[in-house]
């Protein structure tokens, strides 16, 4: 029987760091897994009203309530423009704000953490469809929990939260969620 020991021996130090190292990745990443799929303290209860201006796709300094809305599904999206996977959602949501657009569903996408004038130009570069309103002071982020970006809010036609997710949500999910609420 030979003496050196192979990758596959818990005895061999790199196979002990590597195996260390898949440890360490998977308790750091764990919650992460999860994201978005856990409920949100919102979900079941009633979305709290807010005001913002329109900075894309509607009338020049106008303001959008939520409640505006009521007695249709609201898809809320708040992202901005440094985010990488927010850019990734875009075409997404705009496929899906299209899509359901003659069923009743509004799209409002939320930009914050950005630079006024930056929402704009991003949309515009998108070909995004649906209203841009720009939440400059965070307050709308924070009065709905956002801690990552982006995330999606589903309302109800009766102005309950459904449904709370974060990062990129793919698009038969956004279609199972809002077939739901038409």
Not at 71 to 81: C, E, H, N, Q, S
Request: aromatic share 8%; glycine share 10%.
């Amino acid at each position: 029987m030979s003496s050196s020991r192979t990758a596959r021996d818990p005895g061999n130090p790199l196979a002990v760091a590597l195996i260390l190292l898949g440890l360490l990745l998977a308790v750091a990443w764990f919650p992460r897994l999860g994201m978005g799929l856990g409920k949100h303290h919102l979900v079941g209860q009633m979305a709290p009203d807010f005001g913002l201006e329109v900075v894309y796709n509607g009338p020049p300094n106008s303001k959008i309530r939520l409640s505006e809305f009521q007695g249709k599904p609201v898809l809320l999206d708040f992202w901005a423009t440094w985010c990488g996977p927010c850019q990734a959602q875009a075409p997404i949501l705009n496929r899906v704000a299209e899509r359901y657009r003659e069923r009743g569903l509004i799209v409002l996408g939320i930009n914050t953490g950005d630079r006024p004038g930056l929402a704009p130009l991003f949309a515009a570069k998108k070909g995004l469809t649906y209203p841009i309103l720009f939440d400059a002071s965070h307050d709308v982020a924070d009065t709905y929990d956002v801690t990552s970006l982006p995330t999606l809010v589903l309302v109800s036609k009766d102005g309950k939260v459904r449904a709370v997710r974060t990062g990129i949500v793919d698009e038969g999910t956004l279609d199972t969620l809002i077939i739901a609420e038409l």
